[in-house]
């Protein structure tokens, strides 16, 4: 019998001289309130995230949006990785893993992860020719948010773009596979840790 999940959430807040950010996630309760981070875009896909992960997420931050949006989606990302790090606890009993298909019209995203305490972020769409923007979001900043979503959280994550090339599209159909893939993977389903070593 799997373990009842208790108290899996995490409130962190992340200040620089760039950005300053709080992010509040819960893994077993959906009840989100609307990102506000000064950037549409990035509001429109946190908020993927968390109806499509099923997810409790509050994300409120500011940043130098006037040099442009690097630093603030870059440190959303690594605030999001420590919180889920955090509210994972020592990971027992979890799924582990999770993998994901989304299409979004003429684009097809596919996410692996693994919650293994070890980062890696394998990215396949920075080597194909993706065009465009999403109100000045790219892939390459897309790049940068998982980046540091997997340092930070410990997660192995492989991207691949099976079709695809327009940026709006592409970043969103690889938002809601990352959120799929992670709804499955901090699922509670026994009382022992996914791992050989003891450890995750």
């Given at each position: 019998?799997?373990?009842?999940?208790?108290?899996?959430?995490?409130?962190?807040?992340?200040?620089?001289?760039?950005?300053?950010?709080?992010?509040?996630?819960?893994?077993?309760?959906?009840?989100?309130?609307?990102?506000?981070?000064?950037?549409?875009?990035?509001?429109?896909?946190?908020?993927?995230?968390?109806?499509?992960?099923?997810?409790?997420?509050?994300?409120?931050?500011?940043?130098?949006?006037?040099?442009?949006?690097?630093?603030?989606?870059?440190?959303?990302?690594?605030?999001?990785?420590?919180?889920?790090?955090?509210?994972?606890?020592?990971?027992?009993?979890?799924?582990?893993?999770?993998?994901?298909?989304?299409?979004?019209?003429?684009?097809?995203?596919?996410?692996?992860?693994?919650?293994?305490?070890?980062?890696?972020?394998?990215?396949?769409?920075?080597?194909?020719?993706?065009?465009?923007?999403?109100?000045?979001?790219?892939?390459?900043?897309?790049?940068?948010?998982?980046?540091?979503?997997?340092n930070h959280a410990g997660v192995t994550?492989?991207?691949?773009?099976?079709?695809?090339?327009?940026?709006?599209?592409?970043?969103?159909?690889?938002?809601?596979?990352?959120?799929?893939?992670?709804?499955?993977?901090?699922?509670?389903?026994s009382d022992e840790l996914a791992s050989?070593?003891?450890?995750?």
């Amino acid at each position: 019998m799997a373990r009842t999940a208790t108290n899996r959430t995490a409130t962190v807040r992340r200040t620089t001289s760039e950005t300053d950010i709080t992010v509040t996630l819960d893994l077993d309760s959906p009840v989100s309130a609307p990102p506000t981070t000064g950037h549409g875009f990035l509001d429109h896909m946190l908020d993927a995230l968390a109806r499509h992960g099923r997810l409790g997420l509050s994300v409120r931050a500011t940043g130098d949006l006037h040099i442009e949006p690097h630093h603030l989606i870059e440190d959303v990302g690594i605030t999001l990785g420590q919180a889920l790090n955090q509210a994972l606890g020592d990971r027992r009993g979890i799924e582990r893993y999770g993998s994901a298909f989304v299409p979004m019209d003429e684009t097809l995203a596919h996410v692996v992860l693994d919650l293994s305490g070890r980062a890696h972020l394998a990215f396949e769409p920075e080597r194909l020719d993706v065009w465009g923007d999403a109100g000045g979001m790219t892939h390459y900043h897309l790049r940068e948010f998982l980046r540091g979503f997997c340092n930070h959280a410990g997660v192995t994550l492989h991207v691949r773009l099976l079709a695809g090339r327009e940026a709006h599209h592409v970043i969103e159909a690889i938002m809601k596979a990352l959120a799929r893939a992670l709804r499955d993977a901090v699922r509670v389903t026994s009382d022992e840790l996914a791992s050989t070593k003891g450890l995750l």
